[in-house]
């Protein structure tokens, strides 16, 4: 079929040009005079995306689920306690994954839609009298509902029951698309993988770990090797990583961090806010609602929209791909025939997001979802015009 494939599922994204040809660069010798500068720098540009002035950046090859297992390998020794807020699919991933490492695992679930429960993790924090729970694990963007929880509120809920525990936090479709705070928030350690906002193919973990979480790392006992943070932070001094990195998206990672300084991160934050409006405009068009229960919390990088009972998921994924070039995700766990997940992270514009409007509603239409082809694409473009016209003039 002629003309572009649009990939908009929740990750990996679109990779811009000039990212792509910085990956074609040649090779350098990962322990040669070439590496220092470029960990120093890739160092300085990601500790601006977490918004941190002390965090240690550790890098090492893998995906964010990798990420994830080098957050709690570190953090929880083998029989500790391991708090989990879960809200979706990632945050049960987070409790399935201490549960694998041999933590202790401790679940508090909200249902589906709502964001992580500080409230209830007050609870549990507060009732821990001894202080065995020795980390909080939380979703910041949970990918699989289309919900972005209040990190901030988490940590609160922590320091007002006077609890030590370290707060880990998966922000991996987060970074880079949704507002975050490292340092203010109080997060001890910040997962992230390159394929989603850093807008680079899969295949680097990243990580961002306070002083606390340095310190539990040197004191855990958790047999590890490949996420073993020692290591990279002993290291650190003579700018080299302890493994072969992957040098190609380290290039590439360069320019992505470039890119975002020369937009301005306040801007990126923006650009996905508005984009993700304009497509929640559309989803209201079409009479239809988000995974999201509350508007307030709707993500910026992924929206979830649910499904009448007669129309099946699966189908109009099916459709998008074969009739439209287009690339939807689908519902996981109990929404894998319910919704459709639209990603609209990355490197991505109005014109864009239109389209990939457009296309979702002819495939919804195909399915026999009861809508008026045409009501959602000019509800997106209305919102994203309403930047230039104002919304009076439309």
Same mark, same amino acid.
């Given at each position: 079929?002629?003309?572009?494939?649009?990939?908009?599922?929740?990750?990996?994204?679109?990779?811009?040009?000039?990212?792509?040809?910085?990956?074609?660069?040649?090779?350098?010798?990962?322990?040669?005079?070439?590496?220092?500068?470029?960990?120093?720098?890739?160092?300085?540009?990601?500790?601006?995306?977490?918004?941190?002035?002390?965090?240690?950046?550790?890098?090492?090859? =893998?995906?964010?689920?990798?990420?994830?297992?080098?957050?709690?390998?570190?953090?929880? =020794?083998?029989?500790?306690?391991?708090?989990?807020?879960?809200?979706?699919?990632? /945050? +049960?991933?987070?409790?399935?994954?201490?549960?694998?490492? =041999?933590?202790?695992?401790?679940?508090?679930?909200? @249902?589906?839609?709502?964001?992580?429960?500080?409230?209830?993790?007050?609870?549990?924090?507060?009732?821990?009298?001894?202080?065995?729970?020795?980390?909080?694990?939380?979703?910041?963007?949970?990918?699989? &509902?289309?919900?972005?929880?209040?990190?901030?509120?988490?940590?609160?809920?922590?320091?007002?029951? =006077?609890?030590?525990?370290?707060?880990?936090?998966?922000?991996?479709?987060?970074?880079?698309?949704?507002?975050?705070?490292?340092?203010?928030?109080?997060?001890?350690?910040?997962?992230?993988?390159? +394929?989603?906002?850093?807008?680079? @193919?899969? /295949?680097?973990?990243?990580?961002?770990?306070?002083?606390?979480?340095?310190?539990?790392?040197?004191?855990?006992?958790?047999?590890?090797?490949?996420?073993?943070?020692?290591?990279?932070?002993?290291?650190?001094?003579?700018?080299?990583?302890?493994?072969?990195?992957? &040098?190609?998206?380290?290039?590439?990672?360069?320019?992505?961090?470039?890119?975002?300084?020369? #937009?301005?991160?306040?801007?990126?934050?923006?650009?996905?806010?508005?984009?993700?409006?304009?497509?929640?405009?559309?989803?209201?068009?079409?009479?239809?609602?988000?995974?999201?229960?509350?508007?307030?919390?709707?993500?910026?990088?992924?929206?979830?929209?649910?499904? @009448?009972?007669?129309?099946?998921? +699966?189908?109009?994924?099916?459709?998008?791909?074969?009739?439209?070039?287009?690339?939807? /995700?689908? /519902?996981?766990?109990?929404?894998?025939?319910?919704?459709?997940?639209?990603?609209?992270?990355?490197?991505?514009? #109005?014109?864009?997001?239109?389209?990939?409007?457009?296309?979702?509603?002819?495939?919804?239409?195909?399915?026999?979802? @009861?809508?008026?082809?045409?009501?959602?694409?000019?509800?997106? +473009?209305?919102?994203?015009?309403?930047?230039?016209?104002?919304?009076?003039?439309?």
């Amino acid at each position: 079929m002629a003309g572009r494939h649009f990939l908009q599922i929740p990750g990996p994204t679109n990779i811009p040009d000039r990212v792509q040809r910085a990956m074609e660069r040649r090779l350098i010798n990962h322990r040669g005079d070439d590496m220092p500068p470029l960990l120093a720098d890739l160092k300085t540009g990601l500790r601006r995306l977490f918004s941190t002035e002390t965090g240690e950046i550790i890098l090492s090859p =893998g995906s964010g689920a990798g990420a994830m297992e080098s957050s709690l390998v570190n953090a929880v =020794g083998p029989g500790e306690r391991l708090l989990c807020l879960a809200n979706g699919y990632f /945050g +049960q991933l987070y409790a399935e994954l201490g549960r694998r490492l =041999g933590a202790d695992v401790d679940v508090v679930e909200a @249902p589906w839609g709502h964001a992580a429960p500080a409230d209830l993790a007050y609870r549990r924090l507060a009732a821990d009298r001894t202080h065995a729970i020795r980390a909080v694990a939380m979703v910041h963007n949970e990918t699989s &509902t289309g919900v972005t929880s209040d990190v901030g509120a988490v940590r609160a809920a922590i320091d007002a029951a =006077g609890h030590p525990a370290l707060l880990l936090v998966d922000t991996i479709s987060g970074l880079a698309c949704v507002d975050f705070h490292f340092d203010e928030w109080g997060v001890d350690v910040a997962v992230c993988g390159s +394929q989603k906002g850093l807008m680079l @193919p899969p /295949g680097l973990a990243v990580v961002c770990a306070s002083e606390r979480a340095v310190a539990a790392a040197r004191r855990v006992t958790t047999p590890r090797s490949f996420f073993d943070w020692r290591p990279v932070l002993e290291m650190a001094e003579t700018g080299m990583l302890p493994t072969t990195p992957p &040098t190609s998206l380290l290039f590439g990672l360069q320019e992505s961090l470039r890119m975002f300084e020369e #937009e301005g991160l306040a801007e990126v934050i923006a650009r996905h806010g508005r984009l993700a409006a304009a497509v929640r405009e559309a989803v209201a068009a079409w009479d239809l609602t988000t995974v999201c229960a509350d508007p307030r919390l709707a993500s910026s990088s992924i929206t979830a929209v649910r499904l @009448p009972e007669h129309v099946d998921g +699966q189908a109009v994924l099916r459709l998008t791909r074969e009739h439209l070039e287009l690339e939807l /995700g689908s /519902g996981i766990g109990p929404l894998q025939h319910r919704a459709v997940r639209i990603g609209h992270l990355g490197w991505l514009n #109005e014109l864009e997001v239109t389209a990939i409007v457009a296309g979702t509603e002819i495939a919804l239409a195909m399915a026999g979802c @009861p809508i008026a082809v045409g009501g959602g694409v000019a509800a997106c +473009q209305r919102s994203l015009a309403s930047r230039w016209l104002g919304a009076g003039a439309i």
